[in-house]
T-cell receptor, first 110, second 113 residues
C-alpha cells in the first residue's frame, strides 16, 4: 500500500546548524509529495511541495527534492533558527487523500 | 480571513457520552476532511467529503459519523465516546481540483474518561 516513513525524533540542534529530516515513501503511480509543519498549539500548514520527479520544493529556507530513484523527499535547511522548532510531517497524495508520516519533532536551542 | 474554524478547542467527556465537533470553512472548498492525531501515529483520516451531500470513510471511521448538508460545514459526531477516542482532532479543507494542498483548523483536543 501507500505509506510514508519519517525518521524518529526529536531532532535537537543548535541555532545555525544544518538540518536534515529523512522521508521515504511507498506508492503506486506518481504521487505528489509534501512537507507540512505544525507549530505548538496550531494546526498543520503547508511548508513545501513537489509534484513530479526531480522537482525541488522550497520555502522559508527549507528545501526538499523529489527523488523517484530512491523514493525519498528529505527536508533540509542550511541554518536553523529557534523559531523553526516545530513538528514536521512528510506526506504523499494518493487519489484524493493525503497520507502522512508520523512526524518529526525539531527542537532548536540558542 | 477565518479559514477553517473548529469548535470547541478542548472537551472532556465521560465514556458513553455523545458530542459533536464543529468545523466550518469560508473558502468555498468542496473537499473537507477530519483527521485524528495521536502520538507516534501521525495523522489518520477519519472521514472526508467531496461536496454537500457526499461523505466517505477514511482509514479509521469506526465510532464516528459525519454529514455534509452545506459546503461550509462538516461536523464530526461521536455517538458513544470511548477512551480510545481521546485524541486531537483536525478538520482540513481544500479545493477539489488542484495540488491536494490542505488548509487545517487549529484542532480540538478531546479527552474521554
Amino acid at each position: 500500500g501507500n505509506s510514508v516513513t519519517q525518521m524518529e525524533g526529536p531532532v535537537t540542534l543548535s541555532e545555525e546548524a544544518f538540518l536534515t529530516i529523512n522521508c521515504t515513501y511507498t506508492a503506486t503511480g506518481y504521487p505528489s509529495l509534501f512537507w507540512y509543519v505544525q507549530y505548538p498549539g496550531e494546526g498543520l500548514q503547508l511548508l513545501l511541495k513537489a509534484t513530479k520527479a526531480d522537482d525541488k520544493g522550497s520555502n522559508k529556507g527549507f528545501e526538499a527534492t523529489y527523488r523517484k530513484e530512491t523514493t525519498s523527499f528529505h527536508l533540509e535547511k542550511g541554518s536553523v533558527q529557534v523559531s523553526d522548532s516545530a513538528v514536521y510531517f512528510c506526506a504523499l497524495s494518493y487519489t484524493d487523500k493525503l497520507i502522512f508520516g508520523t512526524g518529526t519533532r525539531l527542537q532548536v536551542f540558542p | 480571513n477565518a479559514g477553517v474554524t473548529q469548535t470547541p478547542k478542548f472537551q472532556v467527556l465521560k465514556t458513553g457520552q455523545s458530542m459533536t465537533l464543529q468545523c466550518a470553512q469560508d473558502m468555498n472548498h468542496e473537499y473537507m476532511s477530519w483527521y485524528r492525531q495521536d502520538p507516534g501515529m501521525g495523522l489518520r483520516l477519519i472521514h472526508y467529503s467531496v461536496g454537500a451531500g457526499i461523505t466517505d470513510q477514511g482509514e479509521v471511521p469506526n465510532g464516528y459519523n459525519v454529514s455534509r448538508s452545506t459546503t461550509e460545514d462538516f461536523p464530526l459526531r461521536l455517538l458513544s465516546a470511548a477512551p480510545s477516542q481521546t485524541s486531537v482532532y483536525f478538520c482540513a479543507s481544500r479545493d477539489l481540483y488542484g495540488a491536494n494542498v490542505l488548509t487545517f483548523g487549529a484542532g480540538s483536543r478531546l479527552t474521554v474518561l
